[in-house]
């Protein structure tokens, strides 16, 4: 540690100083996507937009929390360094999230701490004299360690449109409070045998006990085993948004 004040948990983890860096809630809000109750038409995209850009140089993390159910697909920042806006993501238009509310939570994080201090606080700055935590931040919990290779085959799997999707998944922490990281997993596609697909990822109805997702393959020459090897986890945030 060259800067700031170090502590360890109860895990002898380090926790925050200049090199240890926490993820702090830099906006959230909510989306609408899916076919919600009374919509006449299924909403295929959900697109978000920053109260005030992010200036950040490198991109914020997403994370998504469907408030049931939620099959999601490339996701991608809009802006640039500095100047990050919003992002966007579509929908999984495959039973039955075509024709359910896949509606929800969302909330990005950075590793800038912009929270103001309150009247009596603790403030860490770095060697460039930037505020890299202040105790008004909320700070996102992880409650589920990163995983990349955790994905089992299951019995989810289906044909639509000449495309067969095996379905995958990986054990969560079964609570709705928990969002999961987005932008790791949803920001693109995956290579499979002769042809690109996407990958979505999310949530079935009811289901927290397990993260789930698919691979695409073309039924008539594909096998559709890639696995997704993408890194997320589990987090909330330490203070109600």
Known sequence: MTYGFRSRNG???????SEN??????????YTIGKPAGAPTTITQAVITYPAPITTTEAPHVFLNPTNQGMYHTLMHTGGPGNWTGFYFRLQLMPPFNSSDCSGKWLVATFRSTSPPNQYDLRLRNAA???????ADNLLVMTG?????GWSLDSRGQEQSGVYWSG??????GAYEDYFLASTLLGGKIYNGNTTLETPCGFHAGVRSTLNGYVGA???????TAKNGRTTFAARPMRPL
């Open 168 to 173: 995958y998944q990986m054990a969560w922490t």
């Open 129 to 135: 004299g930037e505020q890299i935590f202040v105790g």
């Open 218 to 224: 073309l039924v008539s020459s594909e096998g559709g």
């Open 11 to 17: 895990q002898n983890f380090f926790q925050i100083d």
């Open 21 to 30: 860096r926490a993820l702090n809630v830099a906006a959230s809000g909510s």
């Open 145 to 149: 360690f990163p995983i990349n290779e």
